[in-house]
């Protein structure tokens, strides 16, 4: 899998990201911060105005992802999330898409092939990246790092997906 240090996943294509570090500023006022709920509706009714900032951070996935079993939480990922990225995409293709998670690098899995992150919850799997993304994870997916100075090693903050057709 490749791996990407650099920002340009906060103003184009999709990422979970889980580091409380990188979602600090975001949350602090450097992304247009939705719920999941708002960004939903968006598939029927697409806000006027295009956003203010390049990142659009949607909160809440997690959470919902939580209380669903793998399968019923995949079905809504493919029928829900991923028409909403493709449209936002389509009207505001210079803005990333940020959904942010509660949790930590331990909370997802990457297949041993490097093609595939799970989303863990206990002994259940969600298949997280195929899911969203589709065909484009296995060809596209990039795990997000930063350098942390203090232990003098590269963190994995989420993954991303720069475009999905």
């Known amino acids: 899998m490749r791996e990407q240090s650099s920002t340009g996943w906060k103003r184009r294509g999709s990422s979970i990201v889980f580091d409380r570090e990188s979602l600090g500023p975001l949350i602090n006022g450097d992304a247009w911060m939705v719920s999941l709920r708002e960004a939903l509706a968006w598939t029927t009714s697409f806000p006027r105005c295009a956003p203010e900032k390049q990142t659009i951070l949607i909160t809440g996935l997690s959470a919902v992802l939580d209380v669903m079993q793998p399968e019923e939480a995949e079905r809504f990922l493919s029928a829900q999330v991923t028409p909403l990225i493709e449209r936002v995409q389509s009207r505001w293709d210079q803005c990333g898409i940020v959904l942010g998670f509660v949790g930590s690098e331990s909370s997802f899995e990457v297949t041993s ?21 589709d065909g484009s994870a296995t060809l596209n997916l990039t795990r997000l790092v930063r350098h942390d100075q203090g232990q003098n090693r590269d963190i994995t903050m989420g993954y991303y997906v720069g475009r999905i057709s």
């Open 113 to 133: 092939t490097e093609e595939e992150v799970l989303y863990k919850r206990g002994r259940k799997r969600v298949h997280i990246s195929q899911a969203l993304w």
